[in-house]
């Protein structure tokens, strides 16, 4: 079966860091393009940071400069580092998987900022 199981969420104060990392199993990690997805009370999804399997980038531009994706395909891990945090990022972050044939969702963790 496959499984994505994110941690590393938590309360910080702004100006805090926080790594999230997510666990993957049951596919071939290293061909799928991963990303983290947030969702913030009563607004929609938004794409946070992907990696591609190939390890080019790509972020939001609200977190530009601040948060890192990355990926060690050796543990079936992908981490976001998550640096000077703002409230306005408190949100479910969601891990992500996509390949060729699908893709999957993990359960989210929770990213409270204050102020």
């Known amino acids: 079966d496959v499984q994505l199981q994110a941690s590393g969420g938590g309360l910080v104060q702004a100006g805090d860091s926080l790594r999230l990392s997510c666990a993957a199993s049951g596919f071939t990690f290293s061909s799928s393009a991963m990303s983290w997805v947030r969702q913030a009370p009563g607004k929609q999804r938004e794409l946070v940071a992907s990696i591609r399997s190939g390890g080019s980038t790509k972020y939001a531009d609200s977190v530009k400069g601040r948060f890192t994706i990355s990926r060690d395909n050796a543990k079936n891990t992908v981490s976001l580092q998550m640096n000077m945090l703002k409230p306005e990022d408190t949100a479910v972050y969601y891990c992500?998987?996509?390949?060729?044939?699908?893709?999957?969702w993990g359960q989210g963790t929770q990213v409270t900022v204050s102020s």
């Open positions: 992500h998987a996509e390949w060729t044939w699908g893709d999957y």
